[in-house]
């Protein structure tokens, strides 16, 4: 092609590197991204690509086809005509915007972002940014890239600043946007429904635009801010793949537009959908931060990466890395039908049987008996309680537990107090009657006085009362969007406002209680995503706490997020959503794939039942380390019809491996499963027996013969020599 390099950038961690090019013209290209190859001229790589029929001439060069090279970040307005990174319109009606290079400079820090979460390290970190600018307007995109050398990952995040004397309006600003010369990718995105959230969904890509979306005002329960790109060949042990993932709770869109040439545009940020922003002259705008990392090491590198860096650059407090307490939560076990006399019969036995924090969920305050009031009037209902909320958090610690207390602060009911006195807090539109999900409406965030009144009632409660744990539930969408603290040409403002005000008051709540255990959850899984994980160290995964649901649940919310981060519990059979029953024993090892707890009134367990409880309890209790911060393997077993995960201390090299046959077969012969990442030369004690790392790596361990259907069986390997 007609066209000439004029410098290359490397960006570099330990394993891989992004380069990128600078043409004369001043256009930023993606020379590579992947394994290490060293700081080479990769000019060729784009100068020796050949020219197409019927594309637009660039700056008038003949055989300059920008449509055809890998872009950087490209706006619209060139002759790049698929789906730009940047769309913004001026006063004219213009949406036409040229950005060439400008500058770039390193440096060896990752700065804060403004209003937004964002990864920071102790260790290596180099910034890289660019700076693009329009010559018309004089306005600047800011390209921020660092490399986080030890955890092999990059992040990403735009700002544009409006240095002209006149009003812009962006259209689509995403936080990624990498160009590949090739299609021959399989896509990955986690989809579901409520009670079916995160199924790992791979397909081979097709001509066209695919990939993932919301519109919901969360990240969602039908979709996760993720997306990955994987050879077709690649599987859990091997392969190539490159992954990114958004740290935002709102409405995102992650896509991959094939073109007409078998180039691939990977891109992520926020939804394009109903969003545009106001800029003023002066003024800047920044995107949420964007995660992304190449690997040839297949998919269980691939999450093992997302979990280390979510462990050790995103999650925050003192509770991101301390182990977390064995839980009972009141849901599943009284919903809202409880008094003094059921929470306290229930903390004895809790206490007994070795849990370690006790949560009142749903139904404590004002006159809430059912889904249909209340939500904003966060007093404690004393007569539902037997006396003050202090009386009962004083009982649950002088039991040796911690006390945990369920909210919903976005939220109101239509008959609460709050309503009644503020009914221009909520989002809804002009003329129309807002429409209810759950009984409920959606508080407008985005003012600043509802911002204010949340975090007033929210540290007060938390300084009133001796609160150990908090979970922070949000059970609807939004619908009517439209805000009376907007003017009209800013109301497609609203869902991104809302999510800066939720991160405003997430972040002066959460930073003045630091001792407090923050849970996030929406109905489960529908807000499970790097932003909320910042503020919130843990989720909960799903309302569904069937155990063979949560197998597949389970296995894509940790395809990205760290087990740790993922609530699972242990709830009473027949399960309450599906009518499944399933044995202790299975509810169990599903549950200590992750963070590990109970919901179930255990009042009712038999005495046999009872002393299998304590006994899971002891012995969860002493293999925590392994079970909450161990690195996670997905196994494979012989057939779909069986799920397998293993944890590895890193520590100690200690080795937990569960495995779950879904339907008893007649008439099968067992198979053996083969373990990972184990020590080949070091031995391995269990059940008796010793094992060098390559037998069970390469011979692996023997399946029991399972008796029943839904029949899990778990092996404790201590490792006794190197
Ligand atoms: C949501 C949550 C549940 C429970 C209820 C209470 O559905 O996901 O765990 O807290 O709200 O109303």
Redesign the pocket.
């Known amino acids: 092609m007609n066209i000439s390099v004029e410098q290359t950038i490397h960006l570099t961690t330990k394993n891989t590197q992004l380069s990128l090019l600078v043409l004369d013209s001043g256009h930023l290209l993606l020379g590579y991204f992947g394994k290490k190859i060293g700081e080479v001229s990769l000019a060729y790589v784009v100068e020796e690509i050949q020219r197409a029929s019927y594309m637009a001439d660039t700056d008038g060069i003949k055989d300059f086809k920008l449509e055809q090279l890998p872009n950087l970040y490209p706006a619209f307005g060139n002759p790049d005509l698929r789906t730009p990174a940047h769309l913004e319109r001026d006063a004219s009606g213009s949406a036409i915007a040229d950005f060439r290079y400008k500058s770039h400079s390193f440096s060896n820090e990752k700065k804060p972002l403004k209003e937004l979460p964002y990864c920071q390290s102790q260790e290596d970190v180099t910034t890289l940014t660019i700076i693009l600018e329009d010559a018309l307007t004089k306005n600047e995109l800011a390209i921020t890239l660092s490399a986080f050398e030890k955890q092999d990952v990059f992040t990403q995040s735009v700002c544009y600043h409006n240095h002209s004397e006149a009003t812009i309006q962006i259209e689509n600003m995403q936080s990624l946007s990498l160009d590949f010369l090739s299609d021959r990718f399989d896509l990955i995105t986690l989809n579901g429904a409520w009670g079916r959230e995160t199924k790992i969904n791979r397909r081979p890509l097709v001509q066209g635009i695919q990939g993932v979306d919301s519109k919901r005002g969360a990240s969602g329960h039908g979709q996760n801010p993720f997306i990955a790109l994987v050879d077709p060949q690649t599987n859990d042990e091997q392969g190539t793949a490159i992954a990114c993932s958004l740290l935002y709770s709102g409405n995102f869109q992650a896509s991959a537009e094939v073109d007409m040439h078998q180039n691939t545009r990977l891109q992520i940020g926020i939804n394009p959908f109903q969003f545009s922003w106001e800029l003023v002259s002066g003024d800047s705008f920044t995107t949420p931060e964007a995660v992304f990392f190449y690997t040839d090491q297949g998919l269980n590198t691939l999450s093992q990466t997302f979990h280390r860096f979510y462990q050790n650059c995103l999650l925050r407090g003192p509770w991101a890395k301390k182990s977390r307490p064995v839980l009972l939560?009141s849901?599943?076990t009284f919903y809202f039908d409880f008094n003094r006399e059921k929470l306290e019969k229930l903390a004895e036995k809790a206490k007994e049987i070795g849990i370690e924090c006790f949560v009142v969920?749903?139904?404590w305050f004002s006159k809430r008996a059912d889904?249909s009031s209340s939500l904003g009037d966060w007093v404690p209902n004393e007569a539902k309680l037997g006396g003050s909320l202090t009386d009962v958090i004083q009982s649950i610690h002088q039991k040796k537990m911690l006390f945990g207390l369920?909210l919903?602060p976005e939220m109101v009911s239509p008959d609460s107090d709050l309503y009644r006195n503020h009914p221009d807090w909520i989002i809804q539109s002009p003329g129309r009657t807002p429409q209810l999900i759950r009984e409920q409406y959606v508080l407008d965030l985005s003012l600043k006085e509802v911002q204010d009144h949340l975090i007033v009632v929210l540290t007060t409660l938390l300084k009133t009362y001796k609160i150990d744990y908090i979970?922070w539930?949000m059970?609807r969408n939004m619908t009517d969007l439209w805000s009376g603290g907007l003017p009209e040409n800013r109301q497609n403002e609203l869902a991104h406002r809302y999510i800066l005000g939720l991160y405003r008051i997430l972040e002066e709540v959460t930073q003045a209680f630091p001792h407090v255990l923050f849970e996030s959850?929406?109905?489960?899984g529908g807000r499970f995503d790097p932003g909320m994980l910042y503020y919130m160290p843990q989720t909960?995964t799903s309302?569904d706490s069937d155990a063979i649901s949560r197998l597949s649940i389970q296995e894509g919310t940790s395809f990205v997020y760290p087990p740790v981060a993922m609530s699972c519990h242990v709830s009473a059979v027949p399960n309450h959503q599906l009518g499944r029953m399933t044995s202790l024993n299975t509810r169990t090892t599903v549950a200590q794939q992750g963070n590990f707890g109970y919901e179930l009134d255990l009042n009712q367990l038999s005495k046999s039942e009872e002393d299998e409880l304590k006994q899971q309890i002891v012995s969860y209790k002493k293999e925590r380390e392994t079970l909450q911060f161990g690195i996670h393997y997905r196994l494979s077993p012989y057939d779909k019809n069986q799920v397998a995960w293993q944890k590895k201390n890193e520590k100690t090299g200690d080795i937990i491996v569960s495995h779950v046959t879904i339907l008893v077969q007649p008439n099968t012969v067992q198979k053996r499963l083969k373990l990972e990442g184990l020590n080949p030369q070091a031995s391995y004690s269990f059940e008796n027996t010793v094992r060098t790392g390559s037998e069970l790596m390469e011979i692996g361990l023997m399946i029991p013969r399972p008796s029943h259907d839904f029949y899990a069986s778990q092996w404790f390997l201590k490792k006794v020599k190197e």
Do not use: Y
Request: a negative charge; one cysteine or more.
């Open positions: 939560n849901w599943e969920d749903d139904g889904s369920w919903e979970k539930d059970n959850c929406a109905g489960g909960w309302d």
